[in-house]
């Protein structure tokens, strides 16, 4: 089975810019959750989407959004991008039901903001 | 609202040493406590979750306890490697409005040289 993929990688951009990234949960799973990881500040949870819904959400401001489509997969954007964004922005899936669900990781995407 | 800490927040050891990794957490109502590794700019591994209604999980060299009404869990990591090397994140994950939704401690960052 294959694993949770994230692109791109790697991304450069300047303040102001907005970025959008993408994550693709393990085939069958349908819920996908985002984190934000700084030095300063650990894994910090953005939001978790669950069959197309937002079921929860992370206190990050509004500039902070995601969607999940009908596959599953789903989207990270961040407007107006500014320098404290630069981190590693992990997704995780897992099958979004019952208590006892291993969550798992993604290799990441490192945003660099300018 | 869940805290969870780690102790220490780093620990360098010799090859071959047994070593304890400490996690507390503030809330109790937890569905499950989850260990991860990181290596250096990765993505995070599952090593172990251990349910709400267990005292310990057992996975190879690694051992993982719970004691829900202390707040608190251990790794265990017997007869450590160099490969072991990397930082090691506890995670607590619960219900309610909360659900899907891991918090993570800021990690212990483990050095086993040979």
């Known amino acids: 089975k294959a694993g949770v993929t994230q692109t791109p990688r790697y991304l450069i951009k300047t303040r102001g810019q907005q970025v959008t990234l993408s994550c693709s949960p393990i085939?069958?799973?349908?819920?996908v959750s985002w984190y934000q990881q700084t030095p300063g500040q650990g894994l910090q949870f953005l939001f978790e989407y669950f069959s197309e819904t937002q079921r929860n959400k992370g206190n990050f401001p509004g500039r902070f959004s995601g969607r999940q489509f009908s596959n599953s997969r789903s989207e990270m954007n961040v407007s107006t991008l500014e320098l404290g964004d630069s981190a590693l922005y992990l997704c995780?899936?897992?099958?979004?039901?019952?208590?006892?669900?291993?969550?798992?990781f993604g290799p990441g995407t490192r945003l660099l903001v300018l | 609202k869940q805290e969870v800490t780690q102790i220490p927040a780093a620990l360098s050891v010799p090859e071959g040493e047994n070593l304890v990794l400490n996690c507390s957490f503030t809330?109790?109502?937890?569905?499950?406590l989850q260990w991860f590794r990181q290596d250096p700019g990765k993505g995070l591994t599952s090593l172990l979750l251990i349910q709400s209604s267990q005292r310990e999980q057992t996975s190879g060299r690694l051992n993982a306890s719970l004691d829900k009404s202390s707040g608190r869990s251990t790794l265990y990591i017997a007869a450590s490697q160099p490969g072991d090397s990397a930082t090691y994140l506890c995670a607590a994950f619960q219900g309610g409005t909360s659900y899907g939704k891991l918090t993570f401690g800021q990690g212990t960052i483990l050095t086993v040289h040979p």
């Open positions: 085939s069958g799973h349908r819920s």
């Open positions: 995780a899936s897992s099958t979004g039901q019952g208590r006892q669900e291993t969550q798992y």
């Open positions: 809330d109790s109502a937890i569905y499950n």
